[in-house]
């Protein structure tokens, strides 16, 4: 069915550490992986995308990468900032509707 | 400018009544969705209109109904308020249906039933 799995649910790091979050699909054809960060009371905004062509992409401190044999992404954030303190979603993309099918969200919170 | 806004901000009603979320994008965007945040932060896709036609209709209690006048917006009013629906509301835009078209979301509708 579909599915997306994410880990950890929560992440506590020290500012300038670095910050993994994981995440697993269940259908293979998913070709478009997006993450979003969502502030306390506010919107979800997107911070980065992956399509299936493409193992790795980095903006920044921020980066994903995509193992479409094992069905797995990741997103990286290096030299954490208490800024980057929020819910981070990673999403999947089931069929041509462009349905969005979220992780549970990991809760990441940078101390100073 | 708000790209895309949703009123009210806060909704706070009983159980039973009827009550109606709208949503507005000025992006120019073909398709606009609707998704519940539950207590526990999690996302789910509820509804989807690509030009007013509806798309995709998840798993929805029949009580909720979508709306589109025009492209750009997209109105859900439910009926017969439960408790399990308190959770908050996002209205979403994107170019198309194409799958790698960024979602902006609204700020969302915090709906509590009392």
Known sequence: ?112 | DTAVSQTPKYLVTQMGNDKSIKCEQNLGHDTMYWYKQDSKKFLKIMFSYNNKELIINETVPNRFSPKSPDKAHLNLHINSLELGDSAVYFCASSQSLAIHYEQYFGPGTRLTVT
């Open chain 1, 1 to 112: 069915g579909e599915n997306v799995e994410q880990h950890p649910s929560t992440l506590s790091v020290q500012e300038g550490d670095s910050a993994v979050i994981k995440c697993t699909y269940s259908d293979s054809a998913s070709n478009y992986f997006p993450w979003y960060k969502q502030e306390l009371g506010k919107r979800p905004q997107l911070i980065i995308d992956i399509r299936s062509n493409v193992g790795e992409k980095k903006d920044q401190r921020i980066a994903v990468t995509l193992n479409k044999t094992a069905k797995h992404f990741s997103l990286h954030i290096t030299e954490t900032q208490p800024e980057d303190s929020a819910v981070y979603f990673c999403a999947a993309v089931y069929n041509q509707g462009g349905k969005l099918i979220f992780g549970q969200g990991t809760e990441l919170s940078v101390k100073p």
